[in-house]
């Protein structure tokens, strides 16, 4: 792959472009975005549809659910460990080359999935459809930030995210299509063309030099990708299977010790060598620094709410499985609908009155869910899913505008991975936090923590118990979005506005 990349990064001429009066074009940009935007809605409708099909694999190969949860969280853990290395490569030898080969390994290993004939192939597949994937998580929004000009980063960061949002939304759909029409291996099977028409827009629209960076005499840091990769496995492995194995269990203790040894080594050795695969210097910058450590803790409550309002309204309020869906849709189009418009006046009125605004916004709403009781009402639900969508949508573009503008272009890909990562790593704490505080609720009131049950569940206090831990998980994203707020207007207050905000939005420029 790395041959095959330095030589598309050394041709002086592309004959596969499809012009160059096309580069030149103002609207080459949304050119480009198309050809990102749809490979992000691949994965996004793949790990939707996936997660449908799961009971009928499990079915199909005779298998049980702690079993059959590695075909989405294999690949999960592949993607968070190989962001950051495969941001990095795109720094050093091109961004298309890196993201071209992602999109052929993730189509590639869809038709292997499809194709697999135990569950243990099938998790093999998921692993090297991970590797693709983090390739174009790991480049896709370095591409977009590059050719945006810096005062229409949000327009195109909030563009980025309504793709999120409709692939979030229609990957189950989907899925429950594919499945009952085909069967399972169709979920994987749709990728196939999907991956071939984004490879195909990919080899004509991009054209390299303008995602590549003078980086020569730099190499790539193969200890400080391996130490990363491990802390971060370490990490994930601890947090997704703490609550199962026991937090005193010896594995987990022996982890706990593991991760923050590996991870000072890591920072140790990131520290000092010659080309870092994540330069530290950019944490000096207080808006980059705490631009993360808010989006991290942006991500904690909204994922929890995905993971659990599903179990809450089929077993607690007794709604149907097609009408979840329906229930969870407002929320979802309003995401659609306040990523790009959030970009754009973040472009026009700079991003410091959004970021702090929006967490303080999404706390109320999750807050609101830990109000929540075994006989609310389902307009309670939908209308505090609705004000945290909101408040998610007006912090994230800004948010990622601010971090992008903080570091230099040339550092773009492994920012673009450092997002992505967050993101997948708090979505994982997240689920492991809500699972865990559930889980502990329900066995202090005397009842097994098998979420399972709580659908058919006919005792009153079982119903009870899962409402009480649900109720506290609630209250403790919104406590961690209140941190992230924090850690967003001391952001906001910083005097370091060199990088951190174009010119034209401090001017309140209009946005086009």
Not at 178 to 185: D, I, P, Q, T, Y
Not at 366 to 371: G, I, N
Not at 392 to 412: V, Y
């Amino acid at each position: 792959m790395v041959a095959y990349a330095k030589l598309c990064s050394c041709q002086t001429q592309e004959p596969l472009l499809l012009s160059n009066s096309l580069v030149r074009s103002p609207n080459y940009k949304w050119w480009v975005f198309s050809a990102v935007a749809l490979g992000t809605f691949a994965s996004v409708i793949n790990h939707g549809s996936v997660n449908v099909a799961l009971p009928t694999i499990a079915e199909h190969f005779g298998t049980d659910l702690p079993t059959v949860q590695w075909v989405v969280v294999a690949e999960m853990l592949t993607i968070s460990a190989l962001l950051l290395p495969m941001g990095r490569l795109s720094d050093l030898i091109g961004r298309k080359p890196v993201y071209v080969t992602g999109l052929a390994l993730f189509g590639g290993a869809a038709a292997f999935a499809g194709f697999s004939d135990s569950i243990t192939l099938l998790v093999v597949a998921k692993m090297i459809q991970g590797c693709g994937a983090a390739m174009t998580q790991g480049t896709g929004m370095a591409m977009i930030t590059s050719v945006f000009p810096e005062h229409e980063r949000g327009k195109g960061i909030g563009s980025s995210m309504s793709v999120v949002g409709v692939g979030a939304m229609i990957g189950p759909v989907i899925g429950g299509i594919l499945v009952g029409a085909l069967g399972w291996r169709w979920v994987f099977f749709i990728n196939v063309p999907i991956g071939i028409i984004a490879i195909a827009m990919a080899l004509l629209i991009m054209d390299s030099k303008r995602f590549s960076q003078d980086t020569q005499g730099a190499h790539f840091d193969w200890l400080g990708a391996a130490l990363s990769t491990a802390a971060l496995v370490t990490f994930l492995m601890l947090v997704t299977n703490g609550h199962r194995a026991g937090w005193t269990s010896a594995p987990i203790l022996l982890g706990s010790l593991a991760f923050p040894a590996i991870l000072a080594t890591f920072v140790w050795w990131e520290l000092r060598a010659p080309a870092p695969m994540l330069d530290l210097r950019l944490f000096k910058n207080k808006v980059f620094a705490l631009g993360v450590l808010a989006g991290f803790m942006s991500y904690l409550g909204p994922n929890s709410v995905r993971f659990m309002m599903p179990f809450y309204l089929q077993g607690v309020l007794g709604m149907r499985p097609s009408m979840v869906g329906l229930a969870i849709l407002p929320a979802a189009v309003t995401m659609i609908v306040m990523g790009p418009l959030a970009g754009r006046l973040s472009d026009r009125f700079g991003w410091r009155k959004f970021t702090v605004s929006g967490l303080l916004l999404a706390a109320t709403g999750v807050f609101a869910l830990s109000r929540l009781t075994v006989d609310s009402s389902l307009v309670h639900v939908i209308g505090a899913m609705v004000v945290q969508s909101v408040g998610s949508a007006m912090f994230s573009s800004p948010n990622s505008t601010a971090i992008f503008n903080a570091a230099p272009a040339s550092r773009h890909g492994i920012v673009s991975a450092l997002l992505s990562l967050i993101r997948n790593a708090a979505n994982v704490t997240g689920v492991a936090v809500a699972t865990t505080i559930i889980a502990a609720t329900m066995i202090s009131m005397g009842y097994a923590p098998d979420l399972g049950d709580i659908k058919a569940a006919d005792s009153a206090g079982l119903l009870s118990a899962f409402v009480s831990g649900f109720r506290l998980t609630y209250m403790t994203m919104a406590g961690l979005l209140l941190v992230g707020a924090v850690a967003a207007l001391v952001t906001a207050r910083t005097s370091e506005p060199a990088e951190s905000e174009p010119a034209s939005a401090r001017e309140a420029s209009p946005a086009d």
